[in-house]
């Protein structure tokens, strides 16, 4: 099965500066990869996807890249704001489940 | 916006008592799925239901373990005789199409188990 793996665990960024987490999968028929803010006792929230045909694609301060050849994808938050402060987690789906990275526990000092 | 919503909020059950999480999905969805996150730890898939029908599961899904979609709206699972590492977040989801379509998530029940 697929196998989804997240680094770094926990990441501290000064508020303004740009934040990078990055996984990497095992299964190369994945073909969607979401990306999940989740704050403290609350639901997983989409926060922007990426399908394998795309490379890259940007919402505003966030933007998620996909390398194919390589199996990884990385979400970036540029500009980064208190209210950012999450887990974040990373996912990748070839069929009906997704499976999560271990997710990044992101804090932003301001 | 529709939201996936489900009940209860909290469950505390003592080991060995049978559960039922309910959830509705959004209206139009097709494909509903149950998740766990045990605290502090990822998100791990359990089941995945379509068209009256368990599509996939998970090895955590055991015997324990049942979905049910008693009626046109809700999308319920039931634990049976459950023990102390069933203690989680259970979350129920739903995706309007399969695989790369975004999974809408509802607020989770916390299910402890003394």
Redesign the interface.
């Known amino acids: 099965g697929e196998n989804v793996e997240q680094h770094p665990s926990t990441l501290s960024v000064q508020e303004g500066d740009s934040a990078v987490i990055k996984c990497t999968y095992s299964d190369s028929a994945s073909?969607?990869f979401?990306w999940?803010k989740q704050e403290l006792g609350?639901?997983?929230?989409?926060i922007i996807?990426i399908?394998?045909n795309v490379g890259e694609k940007k919402d505003q301060r966030i933007a998620v890249t996909l390398n194919k050849t390589a199996k990884h994808f990385s979400l970036h938050i540029t500009e980064t704001q208190p209210e950012d402060s999450a887990v974040y987690?990373c996912?990748a789906?070839?069929?009906?489940?997704?499976?999560?990275?271990?997710?990044t526990k992101l804090s932003v000092i301001p | 916006e529709p939201e996936v919503t489900q009940t209860p909020s909290h469950q505390v059950t003592q080991m060995g008592q049978e559960v039922i999480l309910r959830c509705v999905p959004i209206s139009n969805h097709l494909?509903f799925?149950w998740?766990r996150q045990i605290l502090g730890?990822?998100?791990?898939?359990l089941v995945?239901f379509?068209n009256n029908e368990i599509?996939?599961k998970?090895e955590i899904f055991d015997d324990q373990f049942s979905v049910e979609r008693p009626d046109g709206s809700n999308f319920t699972l039931k634990i049976r005789s459950t023990k102390l590492e069933d203690s989680a977040m259970y979350?129920c989801a739903s995706s309007l199409l399969?695989?790369?379509?975004?999974?809408?998530?509802?607020?989770?029940t916390r299910l402890t188990v003394t």
């Open positions: 073909n969607y979401p999940y609350k639901r997983p929230q989409l996807d399908r394998s987690f996912a789906s070839g069929s009906y489940q997704l499976t999560f990275g271990k997710g | 494909y799925y998740y730890q990822k998100v791990e898939f995945s379509y599509s996939e998970s979350f399969l695989s790369n379509s975004p999974l809408h998530f509802g607020n989770g």
